[in-house]
């Protein structure tokens, strides 16, 4: 782990070790619940949903300008560079020598990062000129429930 | 058959890996410390620019004038490493095999010369891209005149 500043943490994945876990064929319901039919449909790695290791960071996100997109202070994001970022994704920016996760917009011309925080309505767009870059886009978001 | 090296290099390796995950020091003359904030053992091209040299002592920056805004940063050789070893897998992924010669550099053996100046200009966008490093080539029939 590298630690920048009190409120930013940039984490590096490792993918040296394996842990395959079993996927159930049947979705959760979150609504009403149906016949269960829990047939195991094969394993999955958390490390296989990284396509790009040596373009992925994992950050940390402090704030709370993002909750309506189900990103919250704390959460965890895995972060690939190496994805051309287009209109509608969330992504890490650069903006005035800070980072910040925002959803990307295209909108009459011009790239606008917008926040999502239907509580927090001071958060303002923010137009991407001079001096603002796209970081890395968002894949992931890692919570921990309990 | 002419074989034909490529090294390379990556601009101001400690500083750049600063000012990738501390962008508000891009554009800002940044150095960085060796162990214990003792030297100079990085800079930034604008504190080239500034006139810090290579190995000054910590206690002599502040003899440069306009000292105040030169950024000084702690060696943090757990992060250069880790770049490095990402510099390293991007590179390789797209080439056909490397040599790994210093913690930023590498040779590159492309085994035929054509298109070599348009794969080493792509190389280097795709490593900027993916690391956020810029990079530079040097191509060569040996590896001295690549260097």
């Known amino acids: ?146 | 058959m002419i074989q034909l090296f490529e090294l390379a290099d990556c601009d101001n390796f400690y500083a750049s890996c600063e000012q990738v995950f501390q962008p508000q020091l891009r554009g800002k003359p940044t150095v960085v410390l060796s162990n214990n904030d003792g030297c100079v053992i990085a800079r930034s091209a604008e504190a080239k620019v500034w006139g810090v040299s290579f190995g000054t002592p910590h206690f002599n920056i502040k003899n440069i004038p306009g000292f105040q805004k030169i950024q000084m940063k702690s060696a943090n050789f757990t992060l250069y490493r880790d770049m490095s070893s990402r510099y390293m897998t991007t590179v390789s992924s797209h080439v056909p095999s490397i040599e790994i010669y210093s913690i930023d550099e590498c040779f590159i053996d492309y085994n035929s010369v054509a298109h070599a100046q348009d794969n080493a200009k792509r190389l280097c966008e795709t490593v900027h891209k993916w690391t956020g490093i810029s990079i530079c080539i040097g191509l060569g029939p040996t590896k001295t005149l690549a260097n």
């Open chain 1, 1 to 146: 782990m590298f630690l920048f500043k009190k409120c930013m943490h940039i984490y590096q994945p490792s993918m040296g070790s394996r842990l395959s876990l079993p996927v159930f064929s049947s979705r959760v319901p979150a609504g009403f619940p149906s016949p269960a039919d829990d047939f195991i449909d094969g394993v999955l790695d958390l490390n296989d949903l990284i396509e790009h290791p040596s373009a992925t960071f994992i950050l940390r996100v402090s704030g709370n300008s993002m909750t309506g997109s189900g990103i919250f202070d704390g959460d965890f994001l895995v972060v690939d560079r190496s994805l051309k970022a287009r209109s509608g994704q969330i992504v890490v920016a650069v903006s005035d020598g800070d980072m910040l996760v925002k959803r990307l917009m295209r909108q009459k011309g011009q790239w606008w990062l917008i926040p999502d925080a239907p509580a927090h309505s001071e958060f303002q767009p923010i137009s991407m000129g001079e001096g603002s870059e796209i970081w890395g886009v968002v894949k992931n978001v890692i919570r921990n429930l309990s």
